[in-house]
């Protein structure tokens, strides 16, 4: 079956978007013993930053720092709007990032963007104050000029391109084919209602930890098991299911559940079926270790007009928070992608339904009704 997708890749907003609702705090009821997230979650954006970063600096071709004589006497460092980004990113502690992400496959440009800056020493370009030594700027300039000139040059290698190219084509097929898959649901069902759920573990659980790979088997079997319960337990009442783990430190390991509910499901009928799921996974799942969130209240006031026809779906809301769910649940990858480990699933889905053919029109006239096209025509 071919559905027709939007393989265009989301805004950058979008992306933002998605990444710092990964690093949010989950609660469940007010319940106070979550794994808290640490003062590096905020700092995911900052990868979509630093792609963005290594792209312009390929673009320009000018030396972005210079230093310049004050009125005072003094020496300053001077640079365009570009090179005071480079220097905020280079000035963020990113060991403390490169800590929280060390299960995770990184794009090719942060990666590169991080090597060169540990390999030129930037860590240690001094701030420059009124007093600063000359020679401490003018060594600072040429530290900073060369860490550009070394991102453009490999920024330009042809492996390096086709490396990036590579994990980019890899996590647009993930995107596209959850998005396909969420589109042709719409098709079929255009009133269905929407639910999102979060998942992760109290403090002190075997896997809450997001430093071990051990942890996320468990996660991924306890997601699993999850969507089985679901399934088994509400059967036709849900149409369609995505899912998705991470494993930041700081935030402990999390799952993210989309449910697509049935059209005749009122709200509160909906918002039992997503408590019932939330105690399913704090209670028989994992023994009493997980909490859960029901992230998008299903009678949420945005969600409430689910659509009439399939030719007015597209006026309503449903399919524009499916197209976020789907940047939500697979293309945050694109910069921060858990790695491929035994025993580990990292995402998942239902099985594309079967849109049914439209009944041919050349059925039931077979010749064309025209004056004087069909075989009778001449015949009184």
């Known amino acids: 079956m071919n559905v027709k997708t939007q ?9 933002i978007c998605a990444l710092s609702e990964r690093a949010l705090p989950l609660f469940y009821h007010g319940n106070p013993v979550l794994n808290l997230p640490g003062m590096h979650s905020g700092w995911v954006p900052r990868l979509v ?19 310049i004589r004050t009125p005072q006497g003094g020496i300053a460092i001077r640079s365009d709007e570009l090179g005071r980004d480079v220097a905020g990113l280079l000035a963020m502690p990113a060991h403390h990032l490169r ?51 070394a991102v453009r040059q490999r920024h330009a290698r042809k492996g390096f391109q086709s490396k990036v190219n590579a994990h980019v084509r890899a996590t647009l097929k ?3 084919a959850l998005k396909g898959y969420l589109m042709a649901i719409l098709q079929l069902h255009p009133r269905l209602l929407p639910i999102t759920l979060d998942f992760t573990y109290r403090n002190g659980a075997p896997s809450g930890a997001a430093d071990a790979v051990p942890a996320l ?32 430190l700081g935030c402990g390991n999390v799952g993210h559940l ?22 399913s996974w704090r ?13 998008l209240a ?36 694109r910069f921060a992608a858990l790695k491929r480990s035994p025993g580990v699933q990292t995402h998942g889905m239902g099985t594309v339904p079967k849109v049914p053919r439209a009944a041919s029109t050349r059925a039931a006239y077979p010749f064309p009704e025209m004056l004087g096209s069909g075989p009778w025509a001449t015949r009184l």
């Open 49 to 67: 930053d630093i792609v963005n970063a290594v792209e312009r600096i390929a673009r320009s071709q000018k030396p972005l720092f210079r230093h």
């Open 258 to 279: 989309l449910l697509l509910l049935k059209d005749d499901i009122d709200s509160n009928e909906s918002f039992a079926l997503a408590h019932e799921v939330a105690r």
């Open 217 to 248: 088997k468990i996660v991924s079997s306890h997601l699993a098991s999850l969507v089985e319960n679901v399934r088994t337990t509400f059967g036709d009442a849900v149409l369609g299911h995505a899912w998705s783990q991470d494993a930041m």
């Open 298 to 333: 299903a009678n949420d006031l945005r969600f409430r007009f689910r659509g009439i026809s399939q030719d007015e779906r597209r006026y309503t809301p449903v399919e524009e928070h499916l197209r976020r769910m789907a940047v939500y649940l697979r293309w945050t990858d």
């Open 283 to 295: 209670d028989d799942v994992t023994g009493g270790d997980g909490c859960a969130y029901n992230n």
């Open 174 to 176: 993930n995107y596209t």
């Open 99 to 149: 800590q929280s992400l060390v299960l995770y496959d990184l794009d090719p440009r942060v990666d590169m963007f991080w090597d060169e800056a540990d390999r030129r020493g930037l860590a240690t370009v001094v701030a420059v104050q009124p007093w600063t030594d000359e020679s401490l700027v003018l060594a600072s300039v040429d530290a900073l000029n060369g860490f550009v000139q």
């Open 7 to 15: 393989t265009k890749p989301p805004s950058t907003e979008d992306i």
